[in-house]
């Protein structure tokens, strides 16, 4: 089981871009890397999901290198309603294990 | 748009109670989980199920049992509350693609 690790906290203010890097040196060939976004009171939500290179949906980018041993999720053009608690999984998408969660890295938006 | 529904938002029990929480979804997802969140801690999954009558002990599931008697619904029961079962206890789905989880809104349970 890959485990992670994410920065505890972040700081960033209105339109810049964010990145947070999460590494995962133990990554297995089955593995997958998705990012999940929580709100205060609410159940995490999903960001993006990927295996390698780069992958990009409406919300945010992430960048997998080769070796895949780390992964950076981007939020560009940060707003306040962007705080929240940002988590790196790392596993196989099925099973048991699906939806380790680790602590997580806390980005405060500021105006 | 997707619906995993959490019966309840806020519940308060006493010691001693046997305490149920729904989860019910409908998006025909085969596998549910079952997690607590606690300041500090994290989500800790309690129970996990891959269909129903299955169901496999996550990383928490003393004092917590589970039923799954249709695809939709994953019970999670609490034989006898405790005080340090007061939490936020979140259900979340998760597709045979294993693309994108989807959680409820979650119950904040206090036992006094």
């Known amino acids: 089981l890959a485990k992670t690790t994410q920065p505890i906290s972040m700081d960033s203010y209105e339109g810049q871009e964010v990145n947070i890097t999460c590494s995962h040196n133990n990554i297995a060939t089955n593995d997958y890397i998705t990012w999940y976004q929580q709100f205060p009171s609410q159940g995490p939500r999903f960001i993006i999901q990927g295996y390698k290179t780069k992958v990009t949906n409406e919300v945010a980018s992430l960048f997998i290198p080769a070796d895949r041993k780390s992964s950076t999720l981007s939020l560009p053009r940060v707003s306040l309603s962007d705080t929240a608690v940002y988590y790196c999984?790392?596993?196989?998408?099925?099973?048991?294990?699906?939806?380790?969660f680790g602590s997580g890295t806390r980005l405060q938006v500021q105006p | 748009d997707v619906k995993v529904t959490q019966s309840s938002r806020y519940l308060v029990k006493r010691t001693g109670e046997k305490v149920f929480l729904e989860c019910v979804q409908d998006?025909?997802?085969?596998?549910m989980f079952w997690y607590r969140q606690d300041p500090g801690l994290g989500l800790r999954l309690i129970y996990f199920?891959?269909?129903?009558?299955?169901?496999e002990k996550g990383d928490i599931p003393e004092g917590y049992s589970v039923s799954r008697e249709k695809k939709e619904r994953f019970s999670l029961i609490l034989e006898s509350a405790s005080t340090n079962q007061t939490s936020m206890y979140l259900c979340a789905i998760l597709g045979l693609t294993g693309t994108e989880a989807f959680f409820g809104q979650g119950t904040r349970l206090t036992v006094v």
């Open positions: 199920s891959y269909d129903v009558k299955m169901k």
């Open positions: 998006m025909d997802h085969e596998n």
């Open positions: 999984l790392v596993g196989v998408p099925t099973g048991r294990r699906a939806l380790t």
